[in-house]
């Protein structure tokens, strides 16, 4: 199963994760208002793909499966932009970046294994 953000929601993501077999939720955000007029009288296979998304996430179901990701995906990703700072990465290229997000993700996890340590050793003992 996976959740992410509307910024996911494309044709090509949908086809990967359905070749993969992956049970797939992805938000399907806001829509800008448009001109009823001018949309083409044949849907494309990207907006009946977005169209069985939504249905999809604004089902009972769904609701409940995206509402997780509340508690799971977003808390981390707030500490670390608030807390620790990291608004972007100071290191350029792919290879690059993902070292300094898993340093960033290393540090995060350090820092909660320290806020949990036992009484006993918080004492200094």
């Known amino acids: 199963m996976l959740t992410a953000d509307s910024g996911y929601l494309g044709l090509n993501h949908i086809r990967h ?7 797939a939720y992805i938000a ?7 001109d009823k007029s001018k ?14 998304m939504r249905k999809k996430v604004t089902a009972k179901v769904g609701r409940e499966i995206y509402r997780r990701r509340k508690a799971i995906v977003e808390p981390p990703i707030g500490h670390i932009k608030q807390a620790q700072g990291v608004r972007k990465f100071s290191l350029r290229g792919i290879a690059k970046a993902s ?8 540090t995060h996890n350090l820092l909660k294994l320290f806020r949990r340590r036992p009484a006993a050793l918080q004492a200094g003992a």
């Open 39 to 52: 949309q083409p009288a044949q849907p494309t296979e990207a907006s009946r793909a977005r169209d069985t």
């Open 28 to 34: 399907v955000g806001r829509e800008p208002a448009t």
């Open 99 to 106: 070292c300094e997000w898993l340093f960033v993700c290393t």
């Open 17 to 23: 994760g359905q070749e993969r077999g992956v049970d």
